[in-house]
């Protein structure tokens, strides 16, 4: 995710709306990546590569995507009002060219795929002219 789309996620953390994300389990397994744990600390870069803001994960959990409720589908922010949305939104993405050219295919993508499921806070702006 570069340029718009990443500077309107970054304002989304900034703002309070989006306290979520979810990751593809099989993108971590495939990168050789272990699975964040509640507590990690992270820097969300804007569409310059530079440091926006830091989060702390509060909560991690893998799960099916038939777990993910209606509350965890509004944290994520994108606008999704219900677990409906975020299913096709995130179906697409999973199976999207830049997924599946990274994985060496493209991904079923069904109920009992794996998920790592992410729930956050912000822990302060890196940005000193942002609040």
Do not use: N
């Not at 530079?50 to 777990?67: S, Y």
């Not at 993508?109 to 794996?114: M, R």
């Amino acid at each position: 995710m570069a340029g718009p789309e990443r500077d309107r996620g970054v304002a989304a953390i900034l703002s309070g709306e989006k306290t979520a994300l979810t990751g593809l389990l099989e993108i971590y397994e495939h990168a050789g990546e272990a699975v964040p744990v509640a507590g990690q600390r992270f820097s969300v870069l804007d569409s310059e590569g530079r440091p926006a803001v830091t989060i702390e994960l509060v909560d991690v959990r893998v799960v099916a995507m038939k777990e993910i409720d209606d509350d965890f589908a509004r944290a994520e922010g994108r606008g999704c009002s219900d677990v409906a949305q975020w299913r096709a939104a995130h179906e697409e993405f999973f199976r999207s060219d830049g997924v599946s050219e990274f994985l060496g295919r493209t991904p079923v993508i069904d109920d009992d795929t794996l998920v790592v499921a992410e729930r956050f806070r912000v822990v302060a702006s890196d940005d000193p002219i942002r609040p």
